[in-house]
């Protein structure tokens, strides 16, 4: 089971890098004004959408509570330990732990981890113009979609830098 789900997530990392695009930078000056004009108009993957959405319920040293937006209670781990390794994987957590702030959660392969953590009460105070799919922030601007990997989540900023070269930068 857990080599099938070590697979799972190599398969799902490919799609990801497969859809950043294949644009060609005339010149790193150009890239901004440019990118988002190529910018991708379709979902980052085909496969459904798997992030949960909701309030936490309390952090821990290790591990919070997630009430979903459907009512379930989620009891998830910050670490797992689904790709095999002995120390385990740390989840990917953008923007601070607040136990009452809304987030959007993608769950590790055992079920039992979070893989990714964003909190959106930060990310919304910084722009609107988003949707996300699997654990990644996707800026959308009219019909254009960036997938952003981000760089930095706080109270005074947000920074994240797109698929298509563009650089997302929010301050307060």
């Known amino acids: 089971m857990k080599n099938a789900s070590f697979i799972f997530l ?41 992030t949960v959405y909701g309030r936490a319920d309390g952090f821990g040293q290790g591990g919070f509570a997630l009430v979903a937006d459907d009512g379930r209670l989620l009891e998830l781990s910050l670490t797992s330990e689904a790709d095999g390794s002995i120390d385990g994987h ?32 930060q990310l919304d105070r910084f722009t609107s113009h988003y949707r996300i799919h699997n654990g990644t922030v996707i800026i959308t601007d009219g019909k254009n979609e ?13 920074r994240a830098k797109g698929k298509s070269g563009k650089t997302y930068q929010f301050r307060r």
């Open 146 to 158: 960036d997938p952003v990997e981000i760089e930095q989540l706080d109270d005074h900023a947000f």
């Open 10 to 50: 190599l398969l799902c990392s490919a799609l990801l890098c497969a859809c950043g695009g294949g644009g060609e930078k005339k010149s790193d000056e150009a890239a901004d004004t440019v990118a988002a004009e190529r910018a991708p108009q379709v979902p980052v993957v085909d496969s459904p959408d798997t």
């Open 90 to 121: 740390y989840a990917r957590i953008y923007g601070d732990r607040d136990d009452t702030a809304r987030y959007a959660v993608t769950i590790a392969p055992d079920g039992e981890a979070a893989a990714t953590v964003i909190n959106l009460s």
